[in-house]
Protein backbone atom coordinates (compact mmCIF):
# COMPACT_ATOMS: atom_id res chain seq x y z
CA UNK A 1 0.00 0.00 0.00
CA UNK A 2 2.89 2.35 0.90
CA UNK A 3 3.72 2.38 -2.91
CA UNK A 4 0.75 4.75 -3.85
CA UNK A 5 -0.88 5.59 -0.15
CA UNK A 6 0.32 6.85 3.20
CA UNK A 7 -0.39 4.41 5.91
CA UNK A 8 0.35 6.51 8.84
CA UNK A 9 -0.84 9.60 9.90
CA UNK A 10 0.41 12.88 9.50
CA UNK A 11 2.09 11.67 6.50
CA UNK A 12 1.77 12.22 2.38
CA UNK A 13 0.36 10.02 0.37
CA UNK A 14 2.51 9.96 -3.00
CA UNK A 15 -0.25 9.41 -5.26
CA UNK A 16 -3.42 8.09 -3.70
CA UNK A 17 -5.50 9.34 -0.92
CA UNK A 18 -3.86 9.27 2.61
CA UNK A 19 -5.23 6.11 4.72
CA UNK A 20 -6.02 8.84 7.67
CA UNK A 21 -8.07 11.30 5.14
CA UNK A 22 -9.83 8.00 3.77
CA UNK A 23 -10.92 6.83 7.38
CA UNK A 24 -12.22 10.34 7.99
CA UNK A 25 -15.16 9.72 5.03
CA UNK A 26 -18.46 9.62 6.01
CA UNK A 27 -19.02 6.59 3.79
CA UNK A 28 -16.17 4.50 4.98
CA UNK A 29 -17.53 1.79 6.82
CA UNK A 30 -16.01 -1.86 7.13
CA UNK A 31 -18.50 -2.84 4.67
CA UNK A 32 -17.59 0.12 1.92
CA UNK A 33 -14.20 -0.58 2.22
CA UNK A 34 -14.47 -4.54 1.75
CA UNK A 35 -15.74 -4.37 -1.09
CA UNK A 36 -13.30 -1.19 -2.09
CA UNK A 37 -10.92 -3.68 -1.85
CA UNK A 38 -12.78 -6.53 -4.08
CA UNK A 39 -13.39 -4.63 -6.89
CA UNK A 40 -11.32 -3.50 -9.84
CA UNK A 41 -10.05 -0.01 -10.19
CA UNK A 42 -8.31 1.69 -12.97
CA UNK A 43 -6.16 3.45 -11.18
CA UNK A 44 -4.91 0.99 -8.37
CA UNK A 45 -3.51 -2.69 -9.23
CA UNK A 46 -5.65 -5.65 -8.37
CA UNK A 47 -3.99 -7.01 -5.58
CA UNK A 48 -5.31 -10.82 -4.70
CA UNK A 49 -5.71 -10.29 -0.94
CA UNK A 50 -6.87 -13.18 1.49
CA UNK A 51 -9.64 -12.49 3.69
CA UNK A 52 -7.50 -12.34 6.97
CA UNK A 53 -5.25 -9.56 5.03
CA UNK A 54 -8.21 -7.26 3.58
CA UNK A 55 -10.10 -7.63 7.24
CA UNK A 56 -6.17 -6.20 8.79
CA UNK A 57 -6.50 -3.50 5.94
CA UNK A 58 -10.25 -2.55 6.95
CA UNK A 59 -8.87 -2.97 10.98
CA UNK A 60 -6.21 -0.23 10.24
CA UNK A 61 -7.79 2.59 8.32
CA UNK A 62 -11.35 2.29 10.57
CA UNK A 63 -8.73 2.46 13.72
CA UNK A 64 -7.18 5.98 11.93
CA UNK A 65 -11.08 7.39 12.30
CA UNK A 66 -10.94 7.92 16.55
CA UNK A 67 -7.18 9.99 15.48
Request: aromatic share 8%; glycine share 4%.
Amino acid sequence: CTGCHSVQPKTVGIFAADFAEIAKLPSTTALSLKVFLQTSHKDMPNFILQPGEADDIVAYILSLKRK
